[in-house]
C-alpha cells in the first residue's frame, strides 16, 4: 500500500523540513507549495489526489474542493477558515479542522499593545520627538488631545479564547467593559464575572474597542461601517486584530477624516498586503501592522506540533480535537 499524500498549499514557516521528517515516519509523504495566490485550476492540480491538505491563506472554494478526489481532512493552518468553503467540503464528506488555541497570547498582545499605542498616540510622540531634536525645543501643540486609560470604557467585541484573554490582560486599569457576544453562554459570563450588551450600546458608549470575532459572510462582514462609525464616539479608538473583512477599511479612512472617531489601530486587511496606494495605510490617525499578531517563536513551534498531531489523529482514526463541520467520522484509507 503506497503512503498517504498530504499536501501543503501555502505555509509561512522558513521550511517544512521538520513537518517532512515527521510524516515520513508515521508513511505520510508530504508536499509543500507556496500557493497563496493560485487560481482554482492550479490548486487542484496539486490537490487532486491528497488526502490531507494543510492550507494557510489560499482559498479552497467550492470548484478547489470539488476537484478533490481523495482528500477526507483539510488542516487550516490558525484560527479563522474563511478561505475554505465547508459546505463543499461538508457535501464530500471532508472534515476541516482548524487551530483555535493557537497564538492566542499573542494576538491579545498585540491588540493591547494597539489600544496602547493608539491611546498615547506613541507614533506621534515619536514623531515630535525628531521634530523637537531638529529645531532644538519641545513642540507638542499638534500631539492634543491624549486621554488616560483609568475611567474608560473598553468594549470587547467577541469574548471567545483571544477576546476574553485581552479582558484578562486588561484587567488593573481602572477601565469599565461592554462585552458583545451573542453566542457566549451564561455559564461563561459567570465564570468571568461578566455580562453581555446590544451592540449598539458598545459603540455608543465605549472609548476604546478591540474586535474579537471571526468572518462570516451575512453575520460579521463589515460588521463596523459607516453606520456603526456614526454611532461612535469622536473620541474613540477602535483596533481590529481579528479578519479585514469584520471592518470596511475605505468607510473607515474616511471617518478619521471627518472626526468620527479619533484613533484606529489595524492589523488584518481584506486584500493582503494592501496596495501601496491604500488610503488607510497613510492616515496620520491610524497605526497599521502587516498581519503579524500570530507571530512568536513559540507560537511558531506550537501550530507545527499542532497540525502534526492532528495528522496523526487522522492516520489513528482518532477523533479531531478541533473540527469547525459536521461530517461523518473519517479515517485515512
Not at 16 to 45: H, N, P, R
Not at 142 to 166: C, D, E, L, M
Request: hydrophobic content about 40%; glycine content about 6%; proline content about 4%.
Amino acid at each position: 500500500m503506497t503512503n498517504l499524500k498530504a499536501v501543503v498549499t501555502d505555509y509561512v514557516e522558513p521550511d517544512l523540513t521538520w513537518e517532512t521528517d515527521q510524516c515520513k515516519e508515521m508513511g505520510v509523504d508530504l508536499f509543500s507549495y507556496q500557493m497563496k495566490t493560485a487560481s482554482a485550476d492550479e490548486l487542484i492540480k496539486i490537490t487532486h489526489d491528497a488526502d490531507v491538505i494543510v492550507v494557510n491563506m489560499a482559498r479552497m472554494d467550492a470548484r478547489v474542493i470539488g476537484g478533490m478526489d481523495r482528500c477526507k481532512l483539510i488542516i487550516r493552518h490558525g484560527i479563522g477558515y474563511d478561505n475554505v468553503d465547508l459546505e463543499a467540503a461538508t457535501s464530500k464528506r471532508i472534515q476541516v479542522v482548524n487551530i483555535p488555541d493557537y497564538c492566542v497570547q499573542e494576538v491579545a498582545e498585540q491588540a493591547v499593545t494597539l489600544l496602547m499605542a493608539c491611546q498615547r498616540k506613541l507614533l506621534h510622540q515619536n514623531q515630535l520627538l525628531y521634530e523637537s531634536s531638529e529645531s532644538g525645543q519641545w513642540r507638542f501643540t499638534n500631539i492634543y488631545p491624549i486621554y488616560r486609560i483609568a475611567g474608560k470604557t473598553i468594549g470587547i467585541v467577541g469574548f471567545g479564547r483571544i477576546g476574553s484573554t485581552v479582558y484578562r490582560m486588561l484587567q488593573g486599569f481602572g477601565t469599565r467593559f461592554i462585552i458583545t457576544d451573542p453566542y457566549i453562554s451564561e455559564i461563561r459570563q459567570k465564570e468571568y464575572g461578566i455580562h453581555t450588551s446590544p451592540f449598539e450600546q458598545l459603540l455608543r458608549e465605549a472609548d476604546m474597542i478591540t474586535i474579537h470575532v471571526p468572518l462570516k459572510w451575512g453575520e460579521t462582514y463589515h460588521l463596523f461601517d459607516t453606520p456603526q462609525f456614526e454611532l461612535m464616539k469622536p473620541t474613540a479608538i477602535l483596533v481590529n486584530t481579528s479578519r479585514g473583512g469584520v471592518v470596511n477599511l475605505e468607510a473607515l479612512d474616511l471617518a478619521l477624516k471627518q472626526g468620527k472617531l479619533a484613533m484606529v489601530g489595524i492589523d488584518v486587511y481584506e486584500q493582503e498586503p494592501p496596495s501601496d496606494d491604500f488610503p488607510l495605510l497613510i492616515n496620520q490617525k491610524a497605526i497599521c501592522t502587516p498581519h503579524l499578531s500570530w507571530l512568536s517563536e513559540e507560537s511558531g513551534i506550537a501550530i507545527r506540533q499542532k497540525i502534526v498531531e492532528d495528522i496523526r489523529r487522522f492516520l489513528n482514526g482518532e477523533k479531531q480535537l478541533h473540527p469547525v463541520n459536521m461530517v461523518d467520522s473519517v479515517v485515512a484509507r
